[in-house]
Each structure stands twice: as C-alpha cells, then as structure tokens.
C-alpha cells in the first residue's frame, strides 16, 4: 500500500513509518524540513516539505495516487498551559487537518486516497470518574474536549468526498521516549512516587506498540470507520498504575502528590493528571483487533526497559 503520514519525525510517526516500511509499504512523509525527515526516516521514504502546515495546504503531489494517509501532527499537550500554547495545541490540530482535507478536496476522485486515518485522543470524554466510556459518549465541554471535537470535525469532512474516516481517540502512551512515563520515572527511580491526587482517577493507558498495532489496523480494517478509542482493554486508576510502575522498578510507590502540587506546577495542564476518564475500546475490540501489550505490569516493563 501506498501511505502519506504527517507528523512522521515524531516519537509516534517514527514508530508507524518504521512498521510500514518493514511489511512493504510505500512510505511519503510530509515535513517541515524534508532533508532532515529522509536522515531520520531512510533514504527510502519519500519526503515531501510542508512548511508550514497551520497556514499552508500541503503539496498535492503527497497525496494524488497514495492509498491511505495517516495524519499524525499536532503540538505536544503535556506543557503548561498559557493563552499561546493552547492556541497552538489547537491551531496545530485543527488548522493543520482542515488544510489536508482542503487539499484532498482539490484532488481528482480518482487520484484521491481512501482512507484518512486522523489522530485525537480520549480527551474527548473530559473527566467521566469511574463510569465506562466508550466511543459513543459526546464530547465533554473542557479546553481538550473541545479541541478534540473540532479537529474530528475537520477529519470527518474527508467523508463527503468519499474517503473512508477513522480519528484515534488515543489514551495515556507508555512509551520508551517521552509520553506520560517521562515525567513520572523520576520520583519513582528516586523512591519518592505515588498516587496523583488521591489516584482514584482513572488512567485509560496503552502501550506505544498498541497505539502503532491499532493505527495501522484501522489503516487495513475496511470495516473500521469513525471514532476509536486506543487505549489498552484494562483502564486503571492512578494508584493502580502507580503500584504497577513501583512493582516493575522494584520501588517504594506510597508517597502520595497532592493536587494543588500538580496545579502549581503545571497550572491548567494539571487537569489532565487530576482527572481522567474510563475509556474502553470497544471499536477495536469489536474489529478483531488483537492487543499485544495488554497488560499493564508487561507494558510497564517494555516502555522502561526492565
């Protein structure tokens, strides 16, 4: 198959370029800096510039002829939070996505991919307490809830010309570099990490090699469309996750961090911490999709290497 993937010098789009040149596929990437996007992805991925993709369409020739594409930018949200970088945080989502489509829209029907695989993430739901959430539940009315329903909103316009939709509603990534575990490796390591603001929170985790395994499902599966949550099939709460990440760095993990601490250092960013959803993937779990971290102590040890 042929796949166009923005976002692809990222910590996930190397993952998923990375796996779709290894099965066979033809791989274009869309870059800011194509040079540098070919030194880190290999000479054999097709690099195409896009300089600026909150203000420019991408170039057509990126897409025309491709078969599916996988759209994977959008500015880090684990940051604290001022007027400018939530603007980003959107405007790199929502802007960026609207563009693409526009661009898809100009292409002749037949030239057009047939899939658009389109990132989001399970801030969609808000803070849900321990009730189940699955991918029918509307968007809540929260900064990142808002943002995720606008940027679907943009993907989803691809429906009209005839492309098969799916948005990624992706949960807390444990990964190797960088996502959730960067910032909570460090009092762990040093015996001093605990439960976030009670831990009662829920914590709807998934293993990078699950966020990967479940794009490109999506990308094959004809039969997925529309929202679907990536998260692992287990949700845990704060405190499990905490014990879990203990267990696996053989670490005291009791000290509890009271909220108004994560409020003060990462200011409106902390809701994401201090609150969580129950997030289930019931979509991928209904396609076939067959998880390969799907427990948390497994995933825990890949993602830290012990």
């Given at each position: 198959?042929?796949?166009?993937?923005?976002?692809?010098?990222?910590?996930?789009?190397?993952?998923?370029?990375?796996?779709?040149?290894?099965?066979?596929?033809?791989?274009?990437?869309?870059?800011?800096?194509?040079?540098?996007?070919?030194?880190?992805?290999?000479?054999?991925?097709?690099?195409?510039e896009w300089a600026d993709p909150k203000s420019q369409a991408p170039p057509a020739e990126a897409f025309a002829g491709?078969?599916?594409?996988?759209?994977?930018?959008?500015?880090?949200?684990?940051?604290?939070?001022?007027?400018?970088?939530?603007?980003?945080?959107?405007?790199?989502?929502?802007?960026?996505?609207?563009?693409?489509?526009?661009?898809?829209?100009?292409?002749?029907?037949?030239?057009?991919?047939?899939?658009?695989?389109?990132?989001?993430?399970?801030?969609?739901?808000?803070?849900?307490?321990?009730?189940?959430?699955?991918?029918?539940?509307?968007?809540?009315?929260?900064?990142?809830?808002?943002?995720?329903?606008?940027?679907?909103?943009?993907?989803?316009?691809?429906?009209?010309?005839?492309?098969?939709?799916?948005?990624?509603?992706?949960?807390?990534?444990?990964?190797?570099?960088?996502?959730?575990?960067?910032?909570?490796?460090?009092?762990?390591?040093?015996?001093?990490?605990?439960?976030?603001?009670?831990?009662?929170?829920?914590?709807?985790?998934?293993?990078?090699?699950?966020?990967?395994?479940?794009?490109?499902?999506?990308?094959?599966?004809?039969?997925?469309?529309?929202?679907?949550?990536?998260?692992?099939?287990?949700?845990?709460?704060?405190?499990?996750?905490?014990?879990?990440?203990?267990?696996?760095?053989?670490?005291?993990?009791?000290?509890?961090?009271?909220?108004?601490?994560?409020?003060?250092?990462?200011?409106?960013?902390?809701?994401?911490?201090?609150?969580?959803?129950?997030?289930?993937?019931?979509?991928?779990?209904?396609?076939?999709?067959?998880?390969?971290?799907?427990?948390?102590?497994?995933?825990?040890?890949?993602?830290?290497?012990?």
């Open positions: 198959m042929k796949v166009t993937v923005t976002g692809a010098t990222g910590t996930l789009g190397r993952e998923v370029v990375a796996e779709l040149k290894g099965r066979g596929d033809q791989v274009t990437v869309l870059s800011r800096d194509a040079a540098r996007a070919r030194e880190t992805l290999g000479q054999d991925v097709t690099a195409v491709q078969g599916a594409v996988a759209h994977l930018l959008g500015e880090p949200i684990a940051q604290r939070w001022s007027d400018d970088t939530k603007r980003e945080i959107r405007d790199s989502r929502v802007l960026t996505t609207r563009n693409l489509v526009a661009v898809l829209r100009d292409l002749d029907a037949a030239e057009r991919p047939e899939v658009l695989v389109s990132q989001s993430a399970v801030g969609w739901y808000g803070a849900r307490g321990d009730e189940k959430v699955d991918e029918s539940e509307p968007a809540a009315d929260d900064f990142l809830a808002q943002v995720c329903k606008d940027w679907e909103a943009e993907a989803r316009a691809a429906e009209e010309l005839g492309l098969r939709v799916v948005c990624t509603r992706t949960g807390v990534v444990l990964s190797e570099d960088g996502g959730a575990l960067e910032k909570m490796l460090p009092p762990f390591k040093l015996g001093v990490g605990g439960p976030v603001a009670g831990g009662k929170q829920y914590v709807p985790w998934v293993h990078t090699d699950d966020v990967v395994g479940s794009l490109l499902h999506c990308l094959d599966q004809g039969s997925v469309t529309g929202p679907v949550n990536v998260t692992a099939p287990e949700p845990v709460t704060n405190k499990e996750l905490s014990k879990a990440l203990g267990r696996v760095l053989n670490r005291p993990a009791f000290a509890p961090v009271p909220g108004l601490a994560v409020k003060a250092l990462y200011g409106e960013m902390a809701i994401i911490v201090t609150t969580g959803s129950r997030a289930v993937p019931a979509a991928l779990e209904r396609s076939g999709y067959a998880f390969r971290r799907a427990d948390l102590d497994d995933a825990l040890r890949a993602a830290t290497g012990n």
